[in-house]
């Protein structure tokens, strides 16, 4: 499973910083996959953590360690940048993980968020799974809408819509942007136009599965923090 798209994404959110990101915290990190991808695309130390961890993942550069999202075991200001990919639709109280992820970050740090776009006509669309996975998922999603069960509070794989996701950033950092319509271009040039006029034409909010967002500690734009 190769995550080597989102990690150089990353790593080209950060290119705005003033200093290269050389530590970095990739909450949720599953296998420790996505913590080897980043950690080569930034060529940061890179911390992964979840709640189970296989330590034999662990390499020169590359730690893991077993932690909760909404309890991170990091002094504050820890990291230059944090990275959470399709996390917080599992977390229950999504918002203590994303103020612990604001809090362990430095004042010139940014986090990277991404969930499944809770409007979405169909998921899992570029991912990795199989054709029949995917069909299957896409089925029980909607099984869960008809039920009136459409909730991460729930137990359905739902996420946020683009705006909920935003708010939920916007209410611990400074500046918060979506990155989404950036994020879809880099990942199917060749259906850049029609990525472009799907957000232009306001239909990006049911047709992506996914939403992202880039949050900053300082608000780059006015000084303020």
Known sequence: MSFDFEARFFQRMLAGRPSPARRVLVVG???????????????????????????????????????????????????????????????????????????????????????????????????????????????????????????????AHAGFTGRELARLAAGVFARVESVSLPYYVAKYPKLGAFVRASFRLGLAGFLMPSVYVRATVEDTASGHR
């Open 29 to 155: 990190c599953g296998d420790g996959s996505e913590v080897a991808h980043i950690a080569g695309a930034t060529g940061a130390t890179t911390i992964g953590l979840d709640l189970g961890v296989d330590a034999r993942a662990r390499r020169p550069g590359i730690h893991l360690l077993r932690a909760d999202a909404r309890r991170l075991p990091f002094r504050d200001g820890t990291f230059d940048a944090l990275y959470c990919y399709h996390v917080l639709e599992h977390v229950p109280g999504p918002q203590h993980a994303v103020a612990e992820s604001r809090r362990v970050l430095a004042s010139s740090g940014m986090g990277f968020f991404g969930t499944p776009n809770r409007s979405r006509l169909a998921g899992y669309l570029g991912g990795r799974a199989t054709t029949w996975e995917k069909v299957k998922w896409n089925l029980a999603d909607w099984g869960k809408r008809f039920a009136g069960r459409w909730s991460n509070e729930q137990g």
